[in-house]
């Protein structure tokens, strides 16, 4: 007959509170610190150093507590951080044609994917795979947001790659990985943090630097690690100082009126009024101007209509020596189009672009075809929400593009981050970006991602106005050739780590803390063979 079990002391219980109490402390301060680093790094206006701190303190934690409260802690941090960007998502508004269930899968979903990212590089630490947790984790959280972005119509762009849009040196990865590998570079410095640091699995303790896991192993991930972001910023480093492309520089300008406007019909005295008021500006624009942007459906008009609009553009086109781009809603014996109006600047011919990706419950008919701006500069054209997917823009480039004039409509708050996915499509592909945006960020970059200039129009009470000399880009880069190749190796890292964690026990937290000369869980005490206790 086994001996009872020896009563708990009033000392045991103690320490069991202790730890309970410790455990809660250390939960509270990880969910605290990683929700507000999610606010502050990531979002509308986000401050990009932050960025790559956020995941950390979760990721820390995670092989420190059970897996249940690992997850629960990242989807609550996650959930929490994107607070401020509820009412952006949720208010329903015509300007913002974003449905109510993506909205919630935007929340939910990077909720949920954050969570998961988080259980598969606690699952690897835990079993001492240190340096593939290091790996797999960012891969993870790459892998789901790519996913994400096959399946959306509307395309997607990761909220860390958005973060470190004005960050340059960072951002040239983007031209080999896409943006999927700024994605993962910032989420990649916490996971190697993390893993460095990790100590196994050890609920009954939270010892942030727990020997659980060898130091040879813990340095061989630190140097894998660091090998990886040396590699990925010297490159940023060095394609900075590399040569413009082909082609004279050119002075262009974009231009939007104050306070916003949309589709404005160009046969009714309003329309010709903002049709005047836009020649007028244009025409003071100092000289020497060869490309104008306005902002997307600046104008409505019909076939018999659209003289009233092409007319007056086309005047001041000749005049100054400047072609025009302006946003149209073009009404046809076809449908209605959201287009970009292109008019050269001998004032010839336009020609006309229809936006490709239209947004869901618009009734627009979506283009098909790539259009170039008539003279030597190769400028493409956009319109708003087509940087959001690979395609024109990765077309564009492999056509020999330089420069994307993209007419746009954002809201004062999302200005800045639809500008800068506009400027990340332009550093993957080599491309110069001319943004103007109707109520948000008007924005000149050069190939490279370099801000040359910009303006805001909330700031002004009549036009904003920005405008810079602009060398073409260098064109086509690898990412353009390649395509979304490291999304598919992410996705391959991350099954690989799925097999392992399969295949691979985890240690029990006792024996696991007895191998190590560490405090694990008690175990029941067994009786010797000679009745004594061991």
């Known amino acids: 007959m086994g001996l009872p079990a020896e009563p708990r002391t009033a000392a045991s219980r103690a320490a069991g509170g202790t730890d309970r109490a410790r455990r809660a402390v250390a939960v509270a301060a990880v969910l605290v610190c990683s929700a507000s680093s999610f606010s502050i790094g990531t979002g509308l206006s986000p401050v990009p150093a932050v960025a790559w701190l956020a995941p950390l303190t979760v990721l820390l934690l995670a092989p420190r507590v059970t897996a249940g409260w690992s997850a629960a802690v990242a989807f609550a941090a996650y959930l929490a951080g994107t607070a401020g960007n509820w009412d952006y998502l949720l208010r329903p508004r015509p300007s913002l044609a974003i449905p109510l269930p993506a909205a919630l899968s935007i929340i939910v979903g990077g909720s949920a994917l954050f969570a998961l990212t988080t259980l598969l590089f606690r699952a690897l630490v835990v079993r001492g795979l240190v340096t593939l947790a290091a790996f797999a984790a960012p891969a993870a959280w790459v892998s789901g947001l790519y996913l994400a972005s096959l399946a959306s119509p509307s395309g997607v762009l990761g909220p860390l790659a958005t973060s470190q849009a004005d960050v340059t040196t960072v951002v040239q990865i983007a031209s080999v990985t896409g943006a999927w590998g700024v994605e993962y570079l910032v989420l990649f ?162 020609v006309e672009y229809h936006k490709w990706n239209v947004g869901p419950g618009e009734a627009l008919r979506p283009g ?52 800068r996915t506009a400027l990340l499509r332009g550093v993957e592909h080599g491309l110069a970006t001319a943004w103007s945006g109707q109520r948000g960020t008007l924005m000149i970059a050069d190939g490279r991602g370099r801000v040359l200039a910009e303006d805001v129009t909330a700031r002004r009470r009549d036009f904003a ?41 985890a240690p029990r937290p006792g024996r696991a803390a007895a191998a190590v000369g560490m405090p694990g869980r008690r175990e029941a005490a067994r009786p010797a063979p000679n009745g004594a206790m061991e």
């Open 189 to 350: 410095a916490s996971s190697a943090l993390a893993a460095l640091f990790a100590p196994g699995w050890t609920p009954s303790a939270v010892a942030l630097f727990a020997p659980r896991v060898p130091w040879a192993v813990r340095l061989r991930a630190g140097a894998a690690a660091a090998g990886v972001l040396a590699l990925a910023l010297g490159y940023g480093v060095l394609r900075l100082q590399g040569a413009p492309g082909t082609g004279s520089p050119q002075d262009v300008a974009v231009v939007a009126r104050a306070g916003g406007h949309w589709g404005v019909d160009v046969s009714t005295r309003e329309g010709e009024s903002l049709v005047r008021a836009y020649a007028d500006r244009i025409a003071a624009l100092p000289a020497g101007v060869r490309l104008v942007v306005l902002p997307e459906a600046a104008f409505a008009a019909d076939d018999a209509s659209l003289a009233s609009l092409v007319g007056p553009m086309a005047r001041v086109a000749r005049s100054k020596g400047t072609a025009i781009v302006a946003g149209l809603l073009h009404t046809t014996a076809e449908g209605r189009y959201n287009s970009a109006l292109a008019i050269p600047a001998d004032g010839g011919a336009p």
């Open 465 to 505: 106005v920005a405008s810079a000399r602009v060398a073409p880009g260098p064109g086509a880069t690898l990412y353009t050739r390649l395509g979304d190749a490291f999304a598919w190796l992410c996705l391959v890292i991350v099954l690989t780590g799925l097999v392992l964690v399969r295949r691979t026990r």
């Open 368 to 419: 098909h075809d790539l259009v170039f701006l008539p003279g030597g500069f190769r400028a493409a054209l956009e319109v708003c929400a087509d940087v959001n997917v690979p395609a024109p823009t990765r077309d564009y480039a492999a056509a020999g593009a330089a420069l994307l004039a993209v007419p746009a409509s954002d809201e004062d708050v999302d200005g800045w981050q639809h500008s």
